[in-house]
Nanobody, 126 residues
Framework: QVQLVESGGGPVQAGGSLRLSCVAS????????MGWFRQAPGKEREFVAA????????YYADSLKGRFTISRDNAKSTVFLQMNSLKPEDTAVYYC???????????????????WGQGTQVTVSS
């Protein structure tokens, strides 16, 4: 059974940084893609970034390029989301997800992802 557990969220002031972590377990993830999404109150779930476990290739939402960085530690089955220069509009619940057996294809559609974590709240104050 695949499990994803996020951590690292919390309150932060505008301009600050946070690093989210997502520990994955339940299988060997070498053919899969990991993604980060976020959902603010009253809004749809939004793609943030994705990374291939095998190659390390990355893909970002255009609006977040330059501020957010996704990375992985294969040995620890952990994916990270480094968030810098945070803004109040970044406030949301952040979810990690896995797209299984896709050969490392990087997708932004949440319907493509098979398992999700429980989410971690990020609150950015002005």
């Amino acid at each position: 059974q695949v499990q994803l557990v996020e951590s690292g969220g919390g309150p932060v002031q505008a301009g600050g940084s946070l690093r989210l972590s997502c520990v994955a377990s339940g299988r060997t993830f070498n053919r899969d893609t990991m993604g980060w999404f976020r959902q603010a109150p009253g809004k749809e779930r939004e793609f943030v970034a994705a990374i291939s476990w095998r190659s390390g290739s990355t893909y970002y939402a255009d609006s977040l390029k330059g501020r957010f960085t996704i990375s992985r530690d294969n040995a620890k089955s952990t994916v990270f989301l480094q968030m810098n220069s945070l803004k109040p509009e970044d406030t949301a619940v952040y979810y990690c997800a896995v797209d299984l057996n896709n050969g490392g294809v990087l997708r932004s559609s949440y319907g493509s992802y098979d398992y999700w974590g429980q989410g971690t709240q990020v609150t950015v104050s002005s």
